[in-house]
Every structure is written in C-alpha cells, then in structure tokens.
C-alpha cells in the first residue's frame, strides 16, 4: 500500500487521508485509505453498512458540500437498503442546516484547497509578475479556497491596470497607441482606476504614516516604507474606501480618506487593546503598522477582535 509522507495516521472513522491532487480547481478524485483505522471504527457495521459508508465518504469527498437526506441511498445506488444508509449517515455524520457534513472529511478537503491555492498562487505570479505587486498572498489564497479568486484577480486588474504596462495577460494598446491621450505623462502613478471607471484618490503613506506617528508614538514607526509595504497600505486604502459595513459612505477623496484613517488610528489607540499590547511568555508583544495593515490582521481589527 502506497504511504504518502505528507499524511499522518488518522483516528477519525472516515479513516480517510489527504492526497495531493490537481492546482486547476478541480475537486478531489482520489484519497489515502487507512486500513486499521477504518477497520477499528466500522468492525460492527453490517455488509451492507460497510458497503453504505464506504460510498457515502465517496460521494461527500466527490462533490465537497453537505449531503442531503433526501434520495442520498438513491444517488449512491442504494434505493433498496435505504434504512441502512440512514443509520450510517447519523452515525458517522453530523446533522447541521444545510445537510449532513463529516468533519475529518471537511478538514482533509480544506488541505487539500489549500494545497490547490498555493500552487495556484504561484502560477499567478509568475504569469503576472507586476500585478502582483498590489496583491497579498493571504488574501488570494482565501478567495481561492472561497471560490472567488477570479473577480479578486479581476478587481486587481481593474484598480491597477495602467500600472501594468504589458504582460502575458495584457499585451499591448489598440493599434500600439499610447496609453495616455496626446502623450500626456501620468501625473500620479498612485492613482487608482475604480471599478466605475473614475479615479480612486491616491493613496498618501506620508500623511497617513504621520497619523499612525500621532496616534500611537509609542508604537514602532517605520523608518522606511516601500515595496510590500507600501503595496499593502495601497490595498487597505482602496479597501476602506469603498463603502461597506464599517465605512458606510466611503471616501472618495484624499482628504475624506485622511479622516477616516485619523479616525481608524484613534480608535486603534483608545478602544483596542493592542495600543498596550498582550503579554506573552513574560514579554510584551506590541503590533506595528505593517501588522495592522495585513489583510487579515486588519479585518479582525475591524471586526472588534481587540477590542477593550
């Protein structure tokens, strides 16, 4: 029996292990099979509730999402000994609102995407190579396990299209004319296409650098600030300034943008936690503005994590 090093024994009586599969968004077609662990988990299961079992775990890792009750012993080609696909199904599986789910299933299933979003990453970058200078790779990495990796990709492009120049996805101008009108330099390579077509403010690190200064100056101030850092600060600025939840109107303006992130480092300094840092193995963590701006640390900012 072939051993995959990447997978540690299981306990679960799914007794199924991730196997590497495809980075194109397919679904998983094969996995490892632990012959023990299943054995010990199923030993009192009846032929046909072994046979049962065994093609319900082939049909929740097949199609990845809840099974439904309803003409499942059907589906898997055992109308006549519904009664026995049933007692497997609630013995084995969890019953939630949208179906019945397996959770060492589901855990081996979100490996494996995982697994299919850093490959998939990675063939981005390299087709894109100026792109990425305005994407995070956590962030791609959670749409691609969400299933929304293409309009992320596709808002990139739509905010950051004149910064691109050419590439493999994007190769020339119409008829090799000048991207400019009258061949008119760009002023401002911060400013940024919005999804309506007009211009998104540019976004101004100096100013919004000083508020983090005079907010939290006892917090580490950066003493350089360019590359991811900068591409970072960018996507938080086009990200807060569309209207949502937490900024219902937005900004479209530097000056309203400044206001709103003097209002953001004030409420940071004043009604989070993290202004005093948390102690940990004797020591003091504080965060810096390169952490607040991460993608993910930023929306459990938003989300009331640290909060007092």
């Known amino acids: 029996m072939r051993i995959d090093p990447l997978i540690e024994k299981r306990t679960d009586p799914s007794c199924r292990g991730f196997l590497s599969g495809s980075s194109l968004g397919l679904k998983m077609h094969y996995y490892q099979f632990h012959i023990g662990d299943y054995k010990s988990h199923t030993h009192h299961l009846s032929f046909i509730e072994d046979l049962a079992f065994r093609r319900l775990l082939d049909h929740y890792y097949l199609h990845e999402h809840p099974i439904s009750q309803r003409d499942i012993a059907r589906q898997i080609g055992m109308r006549e000994h519904e009664q026995e696909v049933l007692t497997v199904l609630n013995e084995f599986f969890i019953s939630t609102d949208k179906g019945f789910i397996n959770p060492r299933a589901d855990s081996q299933i979100k490996t494996f995407r995982e697994h299919q979003a850093v490959s998939a990453w990675g063939a981005f970058c390299r087709d894109n190579p100026k792109l990425k200078e305005f994407s995070e790779k956590d962030v791609y990495i959670q749409h691609f ?26 190769d020339a101008t119409n008829n090799h004319k000048p991207i400019t009108n009258n061949h008119k330099p760009i002023k401002d390579k911060e400013a940024i296409a919005s999804l309506s077509g007009s211009t998104f403010p540019p976004c101004p690190h100096q100013e919004l650098l000083g508020l983090w200064k005079k907010h939290l100056p006892h917090l580490t101030q950066p003493r350089s600030w360019e590359g991811q850092r900068q591409a970072s600060m960018r996507q938080r600025w086009v990200q807060a300034g569309k209207p949502s939840s937490y900024s219902p109107d937005g900004y479209q303006t530097v000056e309203k943008g400044i206001e709103w992130w003097d209002s953001f480092f004030s409420y940071i300094a004043n009604e989070t936690k993290l202004s005093t840092g948390f102690v940990m193995n004797d020591r003091t963590w504080l965060p810096d503005l390169e952490w607040v701006i991460n993608a993910t640390n930023f929306q459990k900012i938003i989300d009331g994590k640290y909060n007092k």
């Open 145 to 170: 396990t969400e299933g929304t990796h293409n309009e992320y990709v596709s808002t990139l492009r739509v905010h950051h299209v004149h910064m691109m120049g050419t590439s493999s996805t994007h």
